[in-house]
């Protein structure tokens, strides 16, 4: 999927992990006694659900199998896999190495295909008793209807236009790494990207310099090379679709300050390659700023009512990650219990 090499062995490491973690689990879950009524005892026993399905992206594909897989195996369950259409051999190889260290073989089953024919069958399917999905929030909200036909729970991960915010106390060298990492990582083809970001009016032109220091000397290459650290995007259609985002900031009347194209030079024509980009002078309320590009497009904006960052950066249809960069703890609570968003990073991001 375009993913630098050094990127995907992290993730290999972070799958490998995964297990680790749920394997200690299996050792550590208990059942539990409610104190007894008189003569009666209550029992709290977990068990199998019997057959899940897992419907998993192509962004980060050994990843998100892993998050799926391992739970469902120390909870007993056998697992149906739908990896996307264009990266399903990690999910086969996954069932592979799984098979040849022990698990019984049909425990683990892999239906590559399109989401529409085989994940809808895959949900609608009677003896599938949950469904983890990760991808698209419209995607998401189908097969959550699908699985409300059948009182089916479900596990979502959806998408995200996760907004970081940069205070006036910030450590500004610290902050613009974690920026770049938080937005330029996998190309941006993330749902936890950090594709917004609110900068104090007091640092934002010191800020704005840096990053654009920073961004100028990210290698973009051959994901195969040590020395890349932006591949090219999934495939072409993808690049079609930022490329078209992009635009649209122009025409909204936002300000290109990197990027906004394709890299030059024979190294890239036969990739759907596409430069690091930054724009500012958007409104919060543009599309650029509230639909998900997944993509490496960052949006610079300023803010200096906090009242009103709040208010921007909660004005959004996604929840899913926030970030903030201060040195001060009364700031991180005062912010961080006042985003809409599942996770908030503090000094860091991912």
Known sequence: NGKPINETRALVASAAGTFQFFASACETWEDTITPARGDYVTMSVHEPLGVVGAITPWNSPIASEAQKLAPALAAGCAVVFKPAEITPRMAIELARIAEAAGVPPGIISVLPGKGSVVGDALVKHPLIKRIAFTGG??????IQRLAAEKLMPTSLELGGKSPTIVCADADLDHAVAGVLYGIFSSSGESCIAGSRAFIHASVYDAF????????????VGDPASENTQMGPLVNMGHRASVEKYVQMGRDEGGTVLFGGERPQGADFDKGSYYLPTVIEGLPNSARMCQEEIFGPVLALLRWSDEADLLAQCNDNVYGLAAGIWTRDYKTVWRLGSALQTGTVWVNTYK
């Open 137 to 142: 929030t419209n995607v998401g909200m189908g």
């Open 208 to 219: 704005k310099e840096r990053l654009l220091a920073g961004v100028r000397n990210l290698r």
